[in-house]
């Protein structure tokens, strides 16, 4: 049965896509418009089957084909592009509509990898057609395009795509000669907005439109917007490219014509996320020969675009009156190359992560300060915790023995920041002994002979690992700076410090983006499609945030923030000898090694075993296990192993002697290749008795 009636499935003209590939000779392979067949996209066999729509042209699931009378089941469908080789950049765009309920994502599957990588996702209903864009990389090795449609348990739900369109280039060019205009679109105005025009006519009242760039006659398409029924100061149109969805820094080049009778300005800007605009370029002041009657020449701009995060390119025009002329866009186009060679390199923000497993990395100490941060490493015991990043390595501490000084404080300095740039700083921090603990840390920036404060400590850390995220921006080269104070020895007790990273862009752009990784889970959001083994256990892992309900045994917060949620074994209700297993997802197998990390946590008197295991055709194969008590630490465990079919991943936790048995996991990370060989350590001091 069609999911939906054709006419409420496709937009009105101008955007209809009824032509949308006639005149387009540059379409790669993976393109589809559904007009006779699906083009070699298939359906995975173990999932439900879309439908190919003859009628309507477009392929479906819905909520409809669930015959389950109880409608306890979730309804999945997943779409299997032929297989595609593309050694240069690519833009896909995806006509898709979800009705009623549901949510579609776009993923690409590489040979040899477990698990695909996400492109692109939406749970957004819609009563008409919608375009969707992604870049694809270039890339070496094969690949296929993976559509997962999901529709709702609500009646009359439905996923469907109308067409899939994969062109050379990046998704932010366009010349406007297609219906779909490459997925830019209007922000609706009651007065002025953009419109697609052409030589030969358009909605213009009194003003000649230009013939277009791209083909210099007036058949060929642009974009424009007119004063004419501007009504109030400052009227704005806004016409906004599809996000970005990889990082990208080079050079954004596009032409415009522009009238000025009453006055307007044209600017561009970046926007992100959130919604914060940066600007990239403004018109130049008026001058007289842009805006002759006889001059019809098109004007080439070309600006530096850096977008680390996912952003949309803005082109605004703002009009003072209804005598504000027009303004005509054409041809945006995009190169990795900066627009100048003298254009300095995007600033790498990575020069300021350390997690002090070597050293010091690029931070040094300020001699004249009294107390020096000491980098020590705690091994594993049941008494005292260890660093953030394994359980068993390197952090800094201050304050950790008495002096004889009655008051002093430790300086940590950071590397030199660009200047002009948005940064998160993230970081881990433990407390011990303060009695009041606004002066036990503080975060700074300096920059030039100025200091501002920018975070400080307000609560305690209950001796856990705490994860900090602080958003600033440079107008200058800057430095951050870690200061811990004791004005008093009796107030004083110990900071430590593990695990700072910086990026570029504000702090939520980036928060939670590890989970959306292809085989990482941090449990912040749910299971991460891992499932309870209800046939063959005796209980099921538990989620949970904070300390375990039993006293000494279990985490007293996660490992991902201190904060969060971990998965854990509750012992109470269980016998000795008797197991949790928690199941991965099936995994697609490779003749490439595979690297397994993850973080537990086995504390107290009674803890029982860990295992982990990998099963396959019917088969178990151990590849690693703990058993007894290890640590009050989070410890960090690495397995390679290889696996040439399908097969899923068990973590498997066998209750111990009594009740102090809790055992927990958390940030499982499963990437393709051999793990990482241990870093090359410097002299550390080795402290387990630390005051």
Known sequence: MPVCVIHTCRPPAPLSFQAAIRAHTALLPGSCNFEADTCGYTSDA???????????????????????????????????????????????????????????????????QSFDRPLWSSQEPSDSWVIASMDLHNRTEPSRVVIEGKPGRMAGSSVAIFEIHISPGYCLECDYEETHLCGYNNQWNANVNWYVGSGGGGQLLHNNLPDDHTNNN??????????????????????????TTVPMSGCLTFHYQRTDEGGNLFSVYTRDRLGQYQELWRVEPRNTSEFSGTNREWIPVQVDLRAPYSVQVVFEVAFNSPRGGHVALDDISFSPEFCSSDT????????????????????????????????????????????????????????????TESSYMSRLVGPTLAANMKYCLRFYFTLRGFNHSDQALAVYLQQGSSQEKIWTQGEKSRGIWIATDVTFHTSQPAKVVFISTCKSLWDCGSVALDDISMSLGDC????????????????????????????????????????????????????????????????????????????SRPLRGSREPQCLCFYYHMYGSGTGQLSVHLEKD?????????????????LRAAVEYRSDGQHQIVFEATRGSSVRSDIAIDDIILESGPCPAAETKAPVETFNDIE
């Open 46 to 112: 173990d999932f439900t089957t879309w439908t190919l729509h003859e009628d309507g042209h477009f392929v479906a699931v819905d909520s409809d084909l669930n015959n389950d009378s109880d409608k306890s089941t979730d309804v999945t469908g997943i779409l299997l592009s032929p297989v595609l080789e593309q050694s240069e950049w690519s833009c896909l765009r995806l006509v898709y509509q979800i009705s009623g309920s549901g949510s579609l994502q776009v993923l690409q599957r590489l040979e040899g």
């Open 508 to 583: 939520e752009l980036t928060t939670g983006m590890s989970s959306s990784l292809p085989g990482w889970c941090d449990f912040e959001a749910g299971l991460c499609g891992y499932t309870q083994d209800k046939q063959s256990d005796a209980g099921d892992w538990e989620w949970r945030r904070g300390p375990t309900p039993t006293s000494f045994t279990g985490p007293r917060g996660d490992h991902t923030t201190g904060l969060g949620y971990y998965l854990y074994m509750e012992a109470s209700p269980m016998l000795p000898s008797q197991t949790v297993r928690l199941l």
């Open 344 to 403: 300095e390199p995007t600033f790498d923000p990575s020069i300021a992560n350390c997690d002090f497993e070597s050293g010091f990395c690029q931070y040094t100490q300020d001699q004249k300060m009294g107390s020096l941060w000491r980098r020590v490493c705690v091994k594993p015991n049941i008494f005292r915790n260890g660093d953030h990043t394994s359980g068993a390595g390197n952090f800094l501490l201050a304050h950790s023995q008495l002096g």
């Open 618 to 634: 019917g088969e178990d194969v151990l590849l690693w296990q703990r058993g007894g008590e290890q640590s009050v630490a989070w």
């Open 218 to 243: 007036k058949t060929g398409h642009f974009m424009y917007v007119d004063s004419i029924y501007s009504k109030t100061f400052k009227e704005v149109a806004k016409l906004v490219s599809p996000m």
